[in-house]
């Protein structure tokens, strides 16, 4: 008897414990759009949400659960994707910028879950250089892609990147869902469950819709955040992004206004949208503010237009899963690279610490063992995706790993009480391409601390160093800077503790680039000689740029 006990264990530990064969374990299907703002999904209740609503994407929320604090840790599109590939964070595995890529061999999450016996691909945007040779199945676009007629790199008779299929007539996200669609029904090995990344171009700039959304939003007016025409309110940044008297307003962030004389979409949208311009359009014949007015409108249109084809494209995926009965027994994720500045303080693009390219969407579904219609405001990062999505196939995470598996919050929809209670942030590529200076910070749930410390990875190119804190609580859109508030002097030093511990923990010592590092540590402490030393600054940067505007060249990046 007591041997048959004993067979009777065997047997039970066999079925529920690690020994469970891959062909009972769930796919795992992680989609990501590019520059897809959780702002510009209805679910998360956006001014946006009812005038361009996401059923499709929304469903994920309303039979799975919505995360209303992920973050990413690098505000940029191939840093962030280094993340989630390995679980790290950029001081880690390297990827710091849009030069960033993850070689073969350390495509983490392929390869845990190619050894769990999954059959693995990647489809759709990759934009990390390399080949994504650990996948068993890729068919990626070459860099950014393009939006029609597009080509992807597949594996071949040629080395790595010759082999090419093109999709002609055809628009980036109905031919990267077709090819998953033709992975999914054709290509893979069904005896093996699967691990797909499936991951869109759009709506990444400069956004170009499917010709069948040329209409949608035609006659809307988009709504607009109220601070999309406060640059003028000082309150709002700091010395690093306003200049010591304002000097630097129009030099730091591109933007929707002419306020940005190098970069502003009221200056390059005419001649990318026309359709969106009143015919003959010509600027002299309105004012400043219709200018703007022209330029948010043609420029969250296109956006959403976009956004429209990617749910679309979902709807067609989920009806396929549901037909082939996989829908229930597949970990469904959709998220974005990270977030985007849809006109909010009159900024373009991501790379910012501020909320809206901060945040990214993040949505899981599977009934299995997440409840419908769940919610948290948990604080999650990029790195913690991975050892997630391995958490749930039961696949051992790996030590190289440094975030997190939150399957316990998805699952009871409670925080353990180790949870980590901030996220971390670094944005590195120092006045690159949107003239936003580098910065690190903390976000907790009450506080962001930013501290834009103004230099490159030399230590050179310098801006003014500043810092900038937010009460989120009172003040979710970020408008008023209180870090010089005597009020929160107690939130200020506790948060700078928290901030330099956090470094610590994640590594982030500044071993790499030991001058940029000095910058930080000069400013840290911020007293009053840094501060005359940051005016001089920005004087400094303003001559520098107004040389450069007048022809200028801007002096060399070395990194
Ligand atoms: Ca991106």
């Not at 048959?4 to 992680?30: E, M």
């Not at 971390?424 to 749930?445: E, L, S």
């Not at 601390?449 to 490159?456: E, K, T």
Request: with cysteine.
């Amino acid at each position: 008897m007591k041997n048959l006990h004993f067979l009777f264990l065997c047997v039970i530990c066999v079925i529920c414990g690690q020994n469970l064969s891959a062909a009972d374990k769930p796919n795992v299907l992680y989609m990501m759009s590019d520059d897809h703002a959780a702002h510009a999904i209805s679910a998360y209740g956006s001014r946006l949400a009812e005038i361009a609503p996401t059923p499709n994407i929304d469903r994920l929320a309303h039979e799975g659960m919505l995360f209303e604090n992920a973050f990413c840790t690098n505000s940029i599109c191939s840093p962030s994707r280094a993340c989630v590939l390995t679980g790290q964070y950029a001081h880690t595995n390297g990827a710091y910028d849009l030069g960033g890529k993850v070689e073969p061999g350390k495509q983490m999450l392929a390869i845990e879950f190619g050894k769990a016996g999954y059959d693995t691909a990647m489809i759709g945007k990759w934009h990390l250089k390399v080949e994504p040779a650990d996948f068993n199945y890729y068919c990626v676009l070459p860099g950014q892609g393009k939006y029609h007629d597009p080509e992807f790199r597949v594996r071949g008779d040629q080395p790595w990147p010759r082999n090419l299929i093109k999709k002609d007539g055809m628009h980036s996200s109905d031919a990267i869902t077709d090819i998953t669609l033709e992975w999914l029904k054709e290509g893979r090995d069904k005896t093996k469950p699967f691990f797909l990344m499936h991951h869109y171009k759009a709506p990444h700039d400069y956004f170009d819709n499917a010709p069948r959304y040329e209409s949608y939003l035609r006659d809307v007016d988009i709504p607009e955040p109220e601070s999309l025409w406060n640059s003028h309110d000082p309150r709002f940044g700091s010395i690093a992004t306003r200049g010591h008297d304002d000097e630097l307003v129009p030099h730091i962030g591109t933007s929707i206004g002419d306020r940005n004389p190098r970069r502003s979409y009221s200056k390059d949208l005419p001649g990318k949208y026309p359709a969106e311009y009143p015919e003959n359009y010509d600027p002299a014949d309105h004012s400043k503010e219709e200018i703007k007015r022209l330029a948010y409108n043609a420029y969250l249109k296109k956006f959403l237009r976009c956004v429209k084809g990617v749910d679309d494209n979902l709807g067609r995926l989920f009806a396929h899963l549901e037909e082939s009965g996989e829908m229930d027994n597949t970990v469904i994720i959709y998220t974005g690279d990270q977030g985007f500045m849809l006109g909010e303080h009159d900024y373009q693009d991501k790379r910012w610490m501020y909320e809206e390219s901060m945040r990214m969407p993040f949505l899981i579904r599977y009934p299995a063992s997440i409840k419908a219609g769940r919610r948290t405001d948990a604080i999650i990062e990029n790195v913690d995706y991975g050892p997630t999505m391995l958490d749930f196939a039961g696949i051992k995470i790996p030590d190289s790993v440094q975030g997190k598996s939150f399957k316990a919050i998805c699952e009871t929809g409670e925080e353990p009480a180790d949870w980590k209670k901030a996220a971390y942030y670094r944005y590195w590529m120092h006045m690159a391409h949107h003239d936003n200076p580098g910065h690190v910070g903390i976000r907790t749930k009450e506080h962001k601390l930013i501290f834009y410390y103004g230099a490159n990875y030399d230590g050179g190119y310098r801006t003014p160093p500043g810092w900038e804190l937010y009460n989120l609580k009172k003040d979710p859109h970020e408008t008023v800077n209180e870090y010089d508030n005597p009020e929160y002097a107690p939130v200020v030093k506790r948060l700078k503790q928290q901030l330099a511990e956090l470094r610590a923990e994640v590594g982030d010592t500044g071993e790499d680039y030991p001058e940029v590092e000095k910058v930080i540590q000069e400013f840290w402490d911020y007293d009053a000689a840094d501060r005359e030393k940051a005016k001089k600054l920005s004087q400094a940067f303003l001559a520098t740029r107004t040389g450069e505007l007048a022809g200028n060249k801007k002096p060399g990046k070395k990194k």
